[in-house]
């Protein structure tokens, strides 16, 4: 498998992060340049699945960034999928990342400039 073929659960999954001063086990779904425009859920996946398969990981934190905008259906799936989650007794928070947040991110640290 290559890792560009969108059949992972996952990109990143990390266990460093921190929220609230408390480390959060964190599974991480990134979207970058070569999924063009507003992200979709026919782009999430090669059928639209990776959202499901990024909540199958056991985590605490689900982020979803990608470089431009994100379709409010995709975020409303995201956010039933963790509400059910939480419904059955897990602690789960959401952190979406859009092209602007992530624009700001590369400009505080430096990577890109204005």
């Known amino acids: 498998r290559r890792p560009d073929e969108g059949d992972a659960a996952t ?3 990390a266990s460093t992060v921190t929220t609230g001063g408390n480390r959060a086990r964190t599974a991480l779904l990134l979207k ?11 782009k999430c996946g090669k059928h639209g699945e990776q959202i499901a398969r990024l909540v199958a990981v056991p985590a605490e934190l689900y982020l ?3 470089l431009d905008q994100i379709e409010s259906r995709v975020i409303r799936e995201l956010k039933t ?9 897990k602690q789960c928070r959401i952190c979406l990342v859009d092209g602007m947040d992530t624009a700001r ?9 204005l």
Not at 84 to 89: P, S
Request: zero cysteines.
């Open 11 to 13: 990109d990143i999954f």
């Open 32 to 42: 970058g340049a070569t999924t063009k425009g507003k992200l979709t859920l026919k």
């Open 64 to 66: 979803l960034q990608h």
């Open 81 to 89: 999928k963790i509400q059910l989650l939480n419904g059955e007794g």
């Open 105 to 113: 991110i590369l400009v505080a640290y430096g990577k890109i400039s």
